[in-house]
């Protein structure tokens, strides 16, 4: 018998540790991990066959994936370049490739690496990189754009879309929702915000964004 049952695809998005409190765990982390505990709880009450699709950043996106692997969920990793972590403490990128490893699916979704300080030549166009050890180009413009190139891989796979959002119109998350207000406007979007504690339907009122 063929199974035609179908997968709900969901998308996280949200802050990193620096816009939730600091680095030190503290009450916002504490909210933020127990929102979405709950959340993808009452989800598999409703919607047994869920996959998650994470960006990996530090905070909400790695927090979504430690939780889906507690609840048995299966996630999917999209990573912006290869050199994705170079720059963190040894602890939160053996963090990161632990947690990695557990992913039912990876995919770099750019062969570009960071533009970083320590490059000499503002126009060089080929660096080695600090992960794979590899020649790789480097991306013309920011890090941010191959960010940006991550969302939109992640939306378009996407069904539905958690986010961790202040409010504020600045950075990757605001830029996430804004990419799904533009091009995936009927997909459902739950923001949730750890200062107030309070969720609401976002793509219901596409107009407070």
């Known amino acids: 018998m063929t199974n035609n049952t179908k997968t709900k695809r969901i998308v996280i998005t949200g802050h990193r540790p620096q816009r939730l409190g600091g680095w030190y765990k503290n009450y916002l982390h504490e909210r933020v991990r127990n929102y979405m505990t709950d959340w993808f709880q009452r989800v598999l009450v409703k919607e047994p066959h869920v996959t998650l699709i994470t960006g990996m950043a530090t905070?909400?996106?790695?927090?979504?994936?430690?939780?889906?692997?507690?609840?048995?969920?299966?996630?999917?990793?999209?990573?912006?370049?290869?050199?994705?972590?170079?720059?963190?403490s040894e602890w939160n990128f053996?963090?990161?490739?632990?947690?990695?490893?557990?992913?039912?699916?990876?995919?770099v979704v750019s062969d570009y690496i960071q533009k970083v300080s320590d490059v000499d030549d503002p126009?060089?166009?080929?660096?080695?990189?600090?992960?794979?050890?590899k020649k790789q180009p480097v991306h013309p413009r920011s890090?941010?754009?191959m960010?940006?190139?991550?969302?939109?891989?992640?939306?378009?796979?996407?069904?539905?879309?958690?986010?961790?959002?202040?409010?504020?119109?600045?950075?990757?998350?605001?830029?996430?929702?804004?990419?799904i207000k533009?091009?995936?406007?009927?997909?459902?979007?739950?923001?949730?915000?750890?200062h107030?504690?309070?969720?609401?339907?976002?793509?219901?009122?596409w107009a407070s964004l």
């Open 94 to 107: 053996n963090a990161y490739k632990e947690l990695l490893s557990w992913a039912q699916q990876s995919q």
């Open 182 to 194: 533009e091009h995936h406007r009927g997909m459902p979007v739950i923001a949730y915000n750890p």
């Open 147 to 179: 960010m940006q190139r991550r969302n939109i891989a992640m939306a378009a796979d996407a069904d539905v879309c958690l986010a961790v959002w202040d409010g504020s119109r600045s950075g990757g998350t605001y830029n996430m929702l804004a990419h």
């Open 196 to 205: 107030t504690d309070e969720a609401r339907r976002l793509d219901k009122r």
């Open 59 to 88: 905070g909400t996106d790695q927090w979504a994936a430690q939780i889906a692997l507690d609840l048995c969920i299966p996630f999917q990793a999209y990573i912006p370049g290869p050199d994705h972590g170079a720059g963190w």
């Open 123 to 133: 126009n060089i166009e080929w660096t080695t990189c600090r992960i794979t050890g």
């Open 143 to 145: 890090y941010g754009d």
